[in-house]
């Protein structure tokens, strides 16, 4: 995975430009209202959304795998403090959080690997915490292509492989936490050889 992520940004830079996803905006709201203060961005790329939950207020960290994407998140979003390694890692500190918000990484796992990235991110939250996560859903355009390596897991792209999420799917990943809401959210992006398209993401929110 390392590879693949490294390359991408290596060769395209700030790839779905800086506008957050609509997803952080509305996190961003719900994270307000359940009082957050410490935020924490699993796989936060080059900082665009990372970035957002700074300009609200908001004390944020983010860790992202690729080196390329730390080195422009570091010089293009203020407020973020910047950890580089994989997730799989966590924690790199003792810093525990009020809240998480996770974009289109869940996904990037096999079963047993999405299990163990979950059980690692509530061990960084605090009691009563809140976590957002957002998904592929299975109503993607890109669902069952590729080649079929797991039930809903498909290698869409060369060394990147996407679990598309059904509703019931996700849910059961957050079994014994507390789900507030869960929905589907459409989220365009405008990069490289696709140009404008839209991606029809699923989201859960949720807390310990």
């Known amino acids: 995975m390392n590879t693949f992520w490294e390359e991408r940004f290596f060769k395209e830079g700030r790839i779905w430009g800086d506008t957050p996803s609509r997803t952080a905006v509305y996190a961003i709201d719900l994270f307000k209202k359940a009082g957050v203060h410490k935020v924490l961005v699993p796989g936060s790329g080059y900082g665009r959304n990372a970035g957002a939950f700074a300009r609200e207020g908001f004390l944020v960290t983010g860790i992202e795998i690729s080196k390329t994407a730390v080195t422009l998140a570091r010089q293009n979003t203020r407020g973020v403090h910047y950890l580089h390694g994989p997730v799989e890692d966590m924690p ?41 996560f957002v998904v592929f859903s299975d109503r993607e355009p890109s669902f069952g292509t590729g080649r079929d390596v797991e039930e809903n897991t498909f290698e869409s792209k060369p060394g990147r492989e996407v679990h598309y999420y059904s509703e019931e799917d996700l849910v059961s990943e957050f079994r014994g936490l507390e789900v507030r809401e869960t929905g589907l959210m459409k989220d365009p992006e405008v990069h490289g050889e696709e140009g404008r398209h839209i991606h029809v993401l699923r989201y859960i929110y949720a807390r310990t």
């Open 92 to 132: 790199f500190d003792d810093v525990m959080f009020d809240g998480i918000y996770c974009f289109n990484v869940l996904h990037l796992f096999r079963k047993d690997a999405r299990a163990a990235f979950l059980q690692r991110c509530r061990e960084q939250l605090k009691d009563g915490g809140v976590m957002f």
